[in-house]
T-cell receptor, first 111, second 116 residues
Framework: GENVEQHPSTLSVQEGDSAVIKCTYSDSASNYFPWYKQELGKGPQLIIDIRSNVGEKKDQRIAVTLNKTAKHFSLHITETQPEDSAVYFCATHRPPSKLTFGKGITLSVRP | NAGVMQNPRHLVRRRGQEARLRCSPMKGHSHVYWYRQLPEEGLKFMVYLQKENIIDESGMPKERFSAEFPKEGPSILRIQQVVRGDSAAYFC??????????????FGSGTQLSVL
């Protein structure tokens, strides 16, 4: 089955700095790659996604890049703010199956 | 437009009791997924259901766990004879019908199950 790994498990940055979170996967048939943000006491929320036919996608301060050859994709957050502090999960999808999630990374933004 | 509704938010059970977790998908969504989250762990897939059908239950433990999504009413995740190891946050998600239905998931706020 699919193996999705996230590194590191925790990340601390200064407010205003950029944060990059990397995710690797094993199933070359995966073709959809979302990122979810989970705040304390809440369910995960989709923040950005990318398909396998695209290399990069941007939405305001967040972007996702995909390297299909190397089987990794990354979440980039620029100008980080305290409200960006949360757990971030990457996931992969291989049709027609379900999403497979990584273990998550805890991002802390220091004011 | 209400999101995915899960209840209860917190559920306390003693060992050996039954736990019933409920999930109402977003309006217009006919696909429901259950995930379990343990501390320091990611979201582990349990089961994928459509109305009256179990599509994929590859993540469900073989014993004590069952799920249903009836024609009318919410989806139910049922855990019989709970043990301490069942303590976790259980999340329900739904997705719309159509192409890519199992991709974009909308999650509820979860049910935190504590087994004493």
């Amino acid at each position: 089955g699919e193996n999705v790994e996230q590194h590191p498990s925790t990340l601390s940055v200064q407010e205003g700095d950029s944060a990059v979170i990397k995710c690797t996967y094993s199933d070359s048939a995966s073709n959809y790659f979302p990122w979810y943000k989970q705040e304390l006491g809440k369910g995960p929320q989709l923040i950005i996604d990318i398909r396998s036919n695209v290399g990069e996608k941007k939405d305001q301060r967040i972007a996702v890049t995909l390297n299909k050859t190397a089987k990794h994709f990354s979440l980039h957050i620029t100008e980080t703010q305290p409200e960006d502090s949360a757990v971030y999960f990457c996931a992969t999808h291989r049709p027609p199956s379900k999403l497979t999630f990584g273990k998550g990374i805890t991002l802390s933004v220091r004011p | 437009n209400a999101g995915v509704m899960q209840n209860p938010r917190h559920l306390v059970r003693r060992r050996g009791q039954e736990a019933r977790l409920r999930c109402s998908p977003m309006k217009g969504h006919s696909h429901v997924y259950w995930y379990r989250q343990l501390p320091e762990e990611g979201l582990k897939f349990m089961v994928y259901l459509q109305k009256e059908n179990i599509i994929d239950e590859s993540g469900m433990p073989k014993e004590r766990f069952s799920a249903e999504f009836p024609k009318e009413g919410p989806s139910i995740l049922r855990i019989q004879q709970v043990v301490r190891g069942d303590s976790a946050a259980y999340f329900c998600a739904s997705s719309p019908t159509g192409q890519g239905a199992s991709e974009k998931l909308f999650f509820g706020s979860g049910t935190q199950l504590s087994v004493l």
